[in-house]
């Protein structure tokens, strides 16, 4: 069943942004608050694993915890969506990372893939976590989960920052099994595909290109 999770009425949440968003917000500022959003994104997302119980030793006696039962996949799609999969790896040190690289054709304006790696899905319980700041008109999103799902991938979950309405119903009239985490869902798409209010081109920001 299709679901968007917003985290903006957070107050960590809706601070970051406000950086974020912010043209005055020099590189390191940038990527910090990006992390800081990814994390806390992640941290919703994760909510849901599947866990198992496992006695644990203290230095006082045995107690019990409940510990992941599944492989934890951590797919970016390139570049952009780099500056999430480290605090992915920060807080799941033990998760497995794909990749998937998209261009634009300039022609068709479709998304194309110039770089995948990523295993055979069906053979063992995964959760996979496809990773893009933002999703705009939803078409490299369903690009990549198409890639995806050929791989024999059950379990999506899309993470991103910031996201347009445009994009979510593209992604859920595809996908409908597909579920959307994010900080914050804006107001539309201008004329040339940039989300309003935004923050401009998340990958250069990040990178400082």
């Known amino acids: 069943m299709s679901q968007v999770i917003e985290l903006k009425s957070h107050p960590l949440v809706s601070h970051n942004l406000a950086i974020l968003r912010s043209k005055d917000t020099d590189t390191q500022g940038f990527r910090e608050a990006a992390q800081r959003l990814s994390t806390m994104v992640l941290v919703a997302a994760t909510e849901s694993l599947k866990t198992v119980q496992q006695d644990v030793e203290t230095p006082l006696q ?9 492989e934890i996949w951590f797919i970016p799609v390139l570049r952009a969506g780099l500056a999430m999969v480290d605090m992915g790896l920060r807080l799941l040190p033990g998760a497995h990372v794909g990749f998937v690289g998209l261009y634009r ?3 068709s304006l479709e998304p194309q893939h110039y770089y995948k790696n990523l295993p055979d899905f069906s053979q063992s319980t995964q959760s996979c976590f496809l990773m893009d700041p933002m999703l705009a008109t939803g078409g490299s999103a369903c690009a990549a989960i198409d890639l995806l799902k050929a791989q024999g991938a059950a379990d999506i979950k899309l993470l991103t920052i910031i996201c ?5 119903k593209e992604v859920f009239t595809k996908y409908p099994d597909v579920s959307i985490f994010t900080a914050s869902v804006d107001e539309r798409l201008n004329d040339v595909g940039y989300i309003i209010p935004g923050l401009g081109d998340a990958g250069d920001r990040y990178f400082g290109t």
Request: proline share 6%; aromatic share 0%; no cysteine.
């Open 105 to 107: 054709d300039e022609d």
């Open 62 to 70: 045995t107690t019990s915890e409940r510990v992941l039962a599944e």
């Open 164 to 168: 347009a309405p445009e994009g979510i």
